[in-house]
């Protein structure tokens, strides 16, 4: 099995019927795998770092320093779901659905799962998605 690139995947013109292929498959779980290992080392370094948390004497610097914590636990929380979107995506790998839309079962396209790895709907359904929330929204 060949180890397939970033350039590898933008250059890729095969037939349909080869989409999803299992060094494609290798090469998105690789990626998956890496951004999993990097959330997690950031919530194991923001952990350490609040435990280490020594309150500053001044109100005004504990302020700062208050601030500073509530904004890297609001970023931990957000990679914290990201998180569940990437293992939920090696998941899809590991059963064979990864890079088909949800909604309509179409590719994905190897572009956008490049862009946004935890994709699970196809341009085309995620605008349909988009449209009735604002339909419904106003």
Known sequence: MTKLTEQDILNWNGPEDDYMNANQLAFFRDLLVKLQDELIENANATT???????????PADRATQEEEYAL?????????????????????IDEGDYGFCQDTG?????KRLLARPTATLS????????????????
């Open 48 to 58: 350490g770092h609040l435990q280490e948390h020594e309150s500053a004497p001044d």
């Open 72 to 92: 890297e636990l609001r970023t931990r929380d957000r990679e914290r779901k990201l998180l569940s979107k990437i293992q939920a995506s090696i998941r899809s």
């Open 106 to 110: 179409e590719p994905i396209g190897l």
């Open 123 to 138: 341009v085309e359904a995620q605008e349909r998605r988009e449209q009735l929330k604002k339909q419904f929204a106003d």
